[in-house]
């Protein structure tokens, strides 16, 4: 096994002894007083036995006095008058709808004594099927950020002073904006009656116009669509239609458009079923390595200004002529696209992620020549999730300096912080009478005279319609926190005529759908449900296409200018577009691809590594990749472009295009003045990564690569990377063949393993399970929980880890631990790479306890904190912990958290640990600590302190909670209704979950009936009897993957 | 010997016959009595006026044989003139529907009602001399057995020093008993046995509360509202069959009858525990001082700053007297409906309480016992009696078959691992 099929970073690939040496200390702390013991004996220690005395007396003596304090009055204050639908320690759920500029997703609201506390899908909207994502899952914590605005304000020289009233407000601000051209200046807007309210505004202030603004837009291809279709507008998309796709650099299961719709429909056709089972062909040219670069079946990279390039040879090779790039392995991957695009016959969709118009044209035309349109893009229905123009925001830039547009209402958009030209915004912002709706101090809020925060959305009435058609609303799962108000209720006030009867916009809303519905009843129903869709599904529509800017736009999109080194702007799965820059659980989320968490980088090949800072990953002979991997500090370099430059650390990924410098936007918020960024802009966005966003160029549309050059600098800086914090010791945890070798003989995937297994049990028996083993089988006699987990269908998108969180209390721990290893989440989400070292596959391995039935953790266990219950749990009992982390170590998973600070604020003393912070812990540890946001804590599950271990419990509190549901009403059936947070959360549908005794139940039918052939436990031969199963990866490529790969090589 | 056993069938079966007997005379009229606690007795008492009539001599009032039935599904909807008349006296409080209610339930409540007796206060002392009268005669005991055993050694030591001197046999002069080394040792390891069992016994103690009887900010009396009054416990704590918290009512639940019940008229007398007498209608009026209600005006103080709730009303800071430690998950319907347990298995006799004390030390092993003990509602298969939910164990189905098992308790089905209440 020298030569590893499966790698998570290149020093594991390439075995250097740094790597080595940094395995071995899995904890890699800095021990505490005892620390250097060692070798000297006890007197010569630098903390000699007094010390030792000392701190033992001390505890001693702290913890008798802490224990032997009165027991604390505790009061019990019920309700004066109990609302009818809330029985204390019962949760409500509420249909609602997550909404992020022009994001939409519908949602279940689980709701605990009237606060919100976590997120789920809303199985009944066809769009998503129930499926969320980090963003939506994590939007609930942003209820209770404390840098929220708290009441309405008015600038007051440099500061700012509340403005008593919103009738008070009214009147100033209707005194300063009449007369005026007002300019509405929102994110996509896609609420029906929200765009009511917003004509009937128009109305009253003729000169003003309403500007969608999009932090990242989508311009590009609505004006090519415009061009083409003649519709300003972008097609809903059908991936589950498609045999073939073809993404040229669109991150459609990450970050493009819709993802968690998309993400649900690609998963249909990535299933393994049935005996003859097939599955959608995925290829991907892309520059850096995308999340969902990292899916494809077949992937090939080019430098960001190919694009064009690429997508014209692509629609030339349809018709039969080669491609003609330097690189051969791109050209043979545009025939084989080409050919299959083809033979799809009209089952198959291209799409790509550029904003040029031009290149966008050229993909339509593709779409057009091989009958996607109509069968994969429905122009029938609209996707109303972006909406922005690019045009539109100079020329209003341009309007407000010229005083055409003499005031602004400002909702939902920063542009002083997203603008590619934030000073032009700025200097434009500072003509005008202007006021913000934002619900936080951002940089362009601290920049407006009045401020009128608006609600959080799950304390909004509202709807949205992300597909023409398809609506989902939304109702208030809490009372306004602070003194804010609906924006929508400002513009009715403010446009309205006196005396009007609706001047709130509840009223507005219930007026509006009630009217739209027909009668109370439907419109409650549609309340109660959530959504409301056509009742009939209408046929897919093709758009009418013209192909008069074809010729000019093939020309255009082929003949960008190029250079030596590229950079191309990018969102990340966690951070986006920044609007969640000050969420901690989405600031830890590590990054599926580089599993770098708080900060931004410049994602660089293996190949510039070499030529730009002499660091050579690739060989364990030359340059010091050593010290690059071990050690946080990463080489900080200096790009530049258009004169505007900025300096990143720098992270080597294989699989990126040799000449692209991959930046991702969404980082680096910070207020006018650097000090007020931590209260203005929260504590987590505070120094976490470098604003991009100049980097944007214009053109007509904006562009989200460029031409720069780059050099290196002396400096510096740390980042926080998860990856290989667990190590496997190069046991083999990954199985995966190509769909060609699966379908002709199935249980080839799992050859070498079962082999292994049967050689390690006892002669002549089959049984591995009793036979392999010294340990007693134990009996299971009601229920065993198991989960299986489809390596096939995970895209990596993590929504599972941000539920994991939300559900479990897990908690934050920082910048600061999580380089120290000391991150708590209970599921993480492994990244192997394998295969050729330039462009490697890549596979996502969700890792969790995997309560194995002959854990190695319980038996070390000096205090039986950890054991096992008679339903398959290995169940972790923290008040007996005490902390030896014998467990941590045995455990071959790695899945063990240790408490080593007291992040939670869990610890009997208040104020614990603030001498901590700045010297272990970082602030924004602190923020979880807060009154307000530790209102987001489930409250049926303990809040660990400091000294337990922790790990993933399958979400215990549901379990207990189902069954007790299932004995209240007699009916053992309803145990299969359970589901895990992680398996909730996923949009693929990935993970099942359920009682393996139960022979009706998912889990069993995939175990024992449908997935026999696939169905693996990591690091089986081990005989730790893993609960959690997994499903071999399936390619469909021509490649040899997997197994066979290393034979060939060897040949 | 055989005497004893003798005796001891008799008493046996004697009680055996008693049960039985009583048993199916009483069960008819228990389940109407069941069913009136539960659904009447808020409101009704059977011999005098409350917040509804009294129900005694129902049969001579109402003006038609099959009326209180059509009353009892829909008091609002019933306009005959006997109807009208009770609704007018009563108003503004109307009774509450119960569609719910079978013919044979409310035959069963009415059976009740006319059987009902009031109750004979109980003469003479019931109780028995308990263990503890043994401990201490066992002292006793011991003690007498100690000195005895002392004397007897200071006899000896004393008899062999005469029989020394006799003998002419040189001895050191004895070591008085408390210089002697093994007394003094004796002594030495008893105190640290005795002082490591107090202490370790105080720190396991430590944050357990048992009898922990806080004084409330209302004078509360259980025993006049659930034993004297016989209000079913989940009128008032209706979260233990729904929820985790079985809860506290809501202000506005106490309202429900305190608009009505504005003077402490009770039979018992309210005494705190300091032996202070309590004023029954002063405490009803510091309730209504939390609900904002004008008891002479009999209506609630009006809205003036538009917060939803009447002026002054502000909700009761009880003291929480049950309190679990925060890695503890407890779950009330768990028991209460699923397990079929009694308020009083944890909470003790609570009717007979003045003020609420904590019963059960509430301590782990005080859980685990009982879920070792407990037997569950097991499923039997043969004749589908027991929670079908229990129909997935299988195994334990082929052990009660054979004979293996006799009975499921709690702890079989995994009620005593960790993670059922701690996660």
Redesign the interface.
Known sequence: MSNKKYWQSFGELNQTASFEESTKNEFKEELLPLADLDDKGILDAQTPRRDFLKYLGFSTAAAALA??CE?P??????????PDNI????PNYYASTYINGGDAISVVVKQRDGRPIKIEGNELSTITNGGTNAQAQASVLDLYDNTRLRYPMQKDGSGFKEVTGFDAFDNMVGAAIAGKAVALLTSTVNSPSTLAIIEEFKVKYPTGRHIQYDAISYSGMIQANEACYGKKAIPSYHFDNAKVIVSLGADFLGTWISPTEFSNQYSKNRKISGEQPELSKHFQFESTMSLTGSNADDRYTHKPSETGAVAVAILNALNGAAASFSDTKLNEGIRLAATNLKSAAGNALVVCGSNDVNIQIVINAINEAIGANGKTINWAIRSNYKKGIDGDMVTLINDMNSGAIGAVLIHDVNPVYSYSDSKKFKDALAKVVSVSFNGTMDETTELCKYILPSHHWLESWGDAEPKTGYYSLLQPTINPLFKTRAWQTSLIKWSSAAGSMVNDYETYFKTYWNAKLGSTDLYNKALQDGVIEPSAILPITAGTFSNSKLTEAITAAASVQSGAVEIILYQKISIGNGSQANNPWLQELPDPITKVTWDNYAMISPAMALSLLNLDVMNQERGKQSDYEVHPEKPVIKITVNGKSVQLPVIVIPGMNAATIALAVGYGRESASKETTADNIGKSANGAGKNVYPLVSFNGTNSYSSVATVEKTDTKYPLAQTQVHGFTESRPVIYETNLKSFVANPESVLEEITKEKIAITIGGSKDFVKDATIYPDY?K???KWGMSIDLNTCTGCSACVVACTAENNVSVVGKMQVQRAHEMHWLRIDRYFTGDLENPDVVFQPMLCQHCDNAPCENVCPVAAT?H???G?N??????CIGTRYCANNCPYKVRRFNWLDYTGADSFADNQNPMVGTYMDASVMQMNDDLTRMVLNP????RSRGVIEKC?FC??RL?ET??E???????KL?RNVKVACMQACPTNAISFG?V??KQSDIYKIRNVEQTHRAFYVMEQLHVLPNVSYLAKVRNTERHIGVEEETNAAV | MSRCRKMFFKIFTSIFLVILLSINVQSFAADGEALFKANCASCHKVDKDFTGPALKGWKDRVPADGWIYKWMANPAEQTDAYATALKAKWKPTIMTNFPQLKKEDIDGILKYIDDWAPPVAPTGATGQADGSGDSLLFGILTLVLAVIAFILLQVNSSLRKLSDDKEGVLRPEPVPVYKNKTYLMMGVLLLFALGGYYTINGAIGLGRMQNYQPEQPIYYSHKVHAGTNQISCLYCHGGAQDSKQASIPSVSQCMNCHKAINKYEGPDELVKEDGTAVDGTAEIQKLYDYAGWNATTKTYNPDTNNDGIADGAKPIEWIKVHNLPDHVYFNHSQHIKVGKQQCQTCHGNIQEMPEVYQFSTLSMGWCINCHRETKVDFYNKENATGNKYYSIYEKFHKDIKSGKMDSVTVENIGGTECQKCHY
Do not use: C, F
């Open positions: 224990a032997s027991t009055i505790r009061k019990a204050v019920p309700y004066l008058n109990r029985i204390p320690g019962v009996d006699p009601g229920i054991n219950s008679s339903e749990l169940q972790m009992t923290y008040n007996r049926d599950v303990t809040v419990s215990v509190q207990q069954k007790l299932a004995k209240k009403q007699q009916d053992p145990v009682n005794n139960d």
